[in-house]
C-alpha cells in the first residue's frame, strides 16, 4: 500500500543466509545462487564489483543475471557441474543493463532474453506492459516484475511455490542484506527506488540481492 506514492511503513527485520545456504528448494521450481555478488571499494577511490547469478530450475531452466564478461569460463562451467549447456537455458533475465549483469548474454542465443522492459525472442521483440508497471508472466509461478528506481528499467524475477516461500530475485533493487543508505547514492531515482524495496519486503520471504548473500524478511 502506498500513500501519496510514498510507501506506508511496516515493521520487519531481514535475516542474511550463510555461505552453505544458497540452494532453495521448491515444487514445481527451485532457485540456486550460483555466484554471490560483491561491490568492494578501493583504496584508489575506484571499486570492484560483480553481480550475483542466480539460477531457476523446474519446468523450465531461468537464468537471472550473467555476471560480467570475465565470468564467462565460470558460467560455463557452472552450467556443466548442474549437467546444462548454454542451450538448456530456456530464458534469460538481465534485472538491468549494467555490464556486470549482462556480460555473458551472448552465450544464450536460442533462449528467450529479457533485460530490463525489452524481452525478445531472437531479433523478435515481444509487447509487454513492463514499463507501465504491469508484470509479464511466465508461468503461474514465476513472473518478471518490474522494480524501477536503480535504472528506469529494472526488473525482478518473483518465484512462488519454494520452501521458503516467495522468492525475489532482486538484482540491485537491494546491494545487499544490509545496505542502509549506499543504495540510495547508486539510484537514478531513490524516490521511486523506496518505493520499489517496500513493496519487495512486503511480498517477498527472500529476496536475493544483486551483490550479496540471499536474505529472509520476516514481517510482524
Known amino acids: 500500500m502506498e500513500t501519496g506514492g510514498k510507501p506506508v511503513p511496516f515493521e520487519f527485520k531481514t535475516v542474511p543466509f550463510s555461505e552453505s545456504q544458497l540452494d532453495i528448494s521448491g515444487q514445481p521450481y527451485s532457485v540456486s545462487v550460483v555466484k554471490v555478488g560483491y561491490c568492494l571499494p ?3 577511490g575506484t571499486f570492484r564489483a560483480d553481480g550475483t547469478i542466480s ?6 531452466t531461468i537464468l537471472v543475471d550473467t ?3 570475465w565470468d564467462r569460463d565460470f558460467l560455463l562451467t ?7 549447456g548454454p542451450g538448456d537455458v530456456n530464458l534469460v533475465v538481465g534485472t538491468h543493463g549494467h555490464s556486470d549483469h549482462i556480460g555473458n ?15 525478445s525472442e531472437g531479433d523478435r521483440y515481444l509487447p509487454n506492459q513492463l514499463a507501465e508497471g504491469q508484470a509479464y508472466r511466465i508461468d503461474e509461478h514465476v513472473s518478471i516484475v518490474p522494480s524501477p528506481g536503480h535504472t528506469g528499467q529494472d526488473v525482478s524475477v518473483q518465484v512462488r511455490g519454494t520452501s521458503l516461500g516467495t522468492v525475489l530475485v532482486a538484482g540491485d533493487l537491494f546491494e545487499c542484506c544490509s545496505d542502509e543508505e549506499s543504495w540510495r547514492a547508486l539510484s537514478v531515482s531513490p524516490a521511486v527506488h523506496e518505493v ?3 513493496e519487495a519486503l512486503r511480498t517477498a520471504d527472500v529476496i536475493i540481492p544483486g551483490h550479496g548473500l540471499p536474505f529472509r524478511v520476516f514481517r510482524n
Open 42 to 44: 578501493q583504496p584508489d
Open 55 to 60: 539460477l531457476i530450475t523446474g519446468p523450465r
Open 78 to 84: 557452472t552450467l556443466k557441474e548442474r549437467g546444462l
Open 105 to 119: 548474454l551472448g552465450l544464450f542465443p536460442t533462449a528467450m532474453i529479457v533485460v530490463g522492459c525489452d524481452i
Open 67 to 69: 555476471g560480467g564478461p
Open 196 to 198: 520499489s524495496r517496500q
